[in-house]
């Protein structure tokens, strides 16, 4: 249990508002063939969140190339953290392309 504490706060500020945003993404993920609102708080569903779903995917990369070079060149003691960064990036990469690719499928088909 204080491996798991320790870890949450070694996290950062940055990295949990990062994959707060990416899980923010998944739960308002529309339907598949939801047809876009112009209008009114429906717009942030079917237009705002599409946009930004793609643009945390990159974000996500980033920090994952990030926590793997400093893996590579850190320290042998923050190995594991940059490990556990980079499979909690991973994780939410395939969770948001997994609850995404139906919609964009459906937007180019």
Same mark, same amino acid.
Do not use: K
């Given at each position: 249990? /204080?491996?798991?504490?320790?870890?949450?706060?070694? #996290?950062?500020?940055?990295?949990?508002?990062?994959?707060?945003?990416?899980?923010?993404?998944?739960?308002?993920?529309?339907p598949?063939?939801?047809?876009? +609102?112009?209008?009114?708080? $429906?717009?942030?569903?079917?237009?705002?969140?599409?946009?930004?779903?793609?643009?945390?995917?990159?974000?996500?990369?980033?920090?994952?190339?990030?926590?793997? #070079?400093?893996?590579? +060149?850190?320290?042998?003691?923050?190995?594991?953290?940059y490990?556990?960064?980079?499979? +909690? /990036?991973?994780? $939410?990469?395939?969770?948001?392309?997994? *609850?995404? *690719?139906?919609?964009? #499928?459906?937007?180019?088909?």
């Open positions: 249990m /204080n491996r798991t504490i320790d870890f949450a706060l070694r #996290l950062g500020p940055l990295r949990w508002m990062l994959l707060a945003l990416a899980l923010m993404c998944v739960l308002l993920a529309p598949a063939g939801t047809p876009p +609102a112009y209008e009114g708080w $429906s717009m942030v569903p079917t237009l705002l969140v599409p946009v930004t779903a793609p643009l945390v995917v990159l974000i996500l990369l980033l920090d994952t190339f990030m926590a793997r #070079l400093f893996r590579s +060149a850190g320290e042998p003691r923050h190995r594991g953290h490990s556990a960064v980079t499979a +909690a /990036n991973l994780a $939410s990469i395939l969770l948001l392309a997994v *609850t995404w *690719t139906p919609y964009f #499928l459906a937007l180019t088909g």
